[in-house]
């Protein structure tokens, strides 16, 4: 079974639980059944959940939903079928997240004297499990990570985060940082969405009509917001700064609405490649859009000794003829 070991962090000694618990562990320890379970694939170890409510997975490896199904809807995520399912690999597709910048590392000597990975170091860290109960229909999991070698190196070694998901109906996830150390922590962070459409041409965004955005497409140049209903035309990275507002992914095709609603995120980014990936398969494209609720850019957090910050998303599906109130 896993114990607890302690580890000297600049003299004051912390209780912490192990990380390496094996699949056989996990399964004691947090299984339910006919809900939880646990295997491996690839070589990396998930979280396998059939309630009665939804399906999901979850891998250990950047506590990676790469599977949110309600029950009688078809899957709410995109996941490429060319993904990687490699340790330390980024996996295309689901919910990575971001942390502790989003997308290129501005520091460009903090790694062994190159830029840090594609959107930090915390979706190719092994997190670890630490709560899992049913309530109703709707399953809790808690995942963690503290310092580790890899973020050290990096130089973050007085942090810990806590990503809580909620799966059920509906879809709750939150990411909590608390900055451990004695001088404020900056950084940034998202989750990073990819939902699953029936074709991107057919779909309509609402939410971001007022806000101006960055346009990672065209030199980062700032353009006025657009007061229509966005409309992905091409190849679409946008970095909306200062918007809390609630959006809403219309899916002519699929007949669906996926609405995003956020909390402590003051950034949102849109996102299709509009062309293949070296791994996303020619057309799945056709078949994703990212939402991404973020901090980033302007709107990087600076959160001050011994505090915590916590940011969330609430995804939700309704019918169209559904009007939301
Ligand atoms: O390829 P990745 O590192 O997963 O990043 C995928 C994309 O993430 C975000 O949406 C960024 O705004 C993009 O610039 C980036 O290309």
């Not at 959107?119 to 229909?137: E, N, P, V, Y």
């Not at 007085?158 to 004695?182: K, Q, W, Y």
Request: glycine share 8%; proline share 7%.
């Amino acid at each position: 079974m896993t114990g607890f070991h302690t580890e000297r962090i600049c003299g004051s000694a912390k209780a912490t639980l192990d990380t390496d618990m094996d699949l056989q562990q996990l399964n004691d320890h947090f299984g339910i059944p006919n809900v939880l379970s646990f295997d491996e694939h690839a070589g990396l170890m998930r979280a396998v959940i059939t309630s009665p409510a939804a399906s999901a997975t979850i891998y250990l490896q950047g506590a990676h939903l790469a599977h949110w199904q309600p029950t009688g809807e078809r899957p709410v995520l995109f996941m490429s079928r060319k993904s990687d399912f490699l340790p330390g690999k980024p996996i295309r597709g689901g919910v990575p997240i971001a942390f502790p910048w989003f997308a290129t590392d501005s520091k460009e000597d903090r790694f062994q004297g190159k830029p840090g990975p594609s959107h930090g170091f915390a979706r190719i860290q092994d997190w670890t499990l630490s709560f899992a109960a049913l309530s109703g229909d709707d399953l809790h999991l808690t995942f963690t990570l503290g310092p580790t070698e890899l973020s050290r190196e990096m130089g973050f070694d007085r942090f810990r985060l806590a990503f809580e998901l909620v799966i059920g109906p509906s879809l709750t996830m939150r990411l909590a940082v608390a900055n451990d150390s004695e001088t404020p922590l900056q950084f940034e962070e998202a989750l990073h969405t990819y939902f699953a459409v029936g074709d991107v041409h057919e779909v309509s965004i609402t939410g971001l009509e007022p806000t101006g955005y960055v346009d990672k497409t065209d030199n980062f140049r700032f353009k006025p917001a657009a007061n229509v209903p966005l409309r992905l035309t091409g190849f679409t990275d946008r970095v909306y700064p200062n918007t809390t507002a609630t959006c809403a992914i219309h899916d002519e095709h699929f007949k669906r609405t996926i609405t995003v609603e956020k909390q402590n995120s003051n950034t949102t980014v849109v996102f299709n490649p509009w062309r293949e990936l070296p791994d996303m398969g020619p057309d799945e494209w056709h078949e994703m859009v990212c939402v991404e609720t973020v901090n980033a850019g302007s709107g990087i957090v600076t959160l001050a000794p011994k505090a915590t910050h916590v940011m969330q998303a609430h995804v939700s599906l309704s019918k169209p003829q559904e009007k939301r109130g």
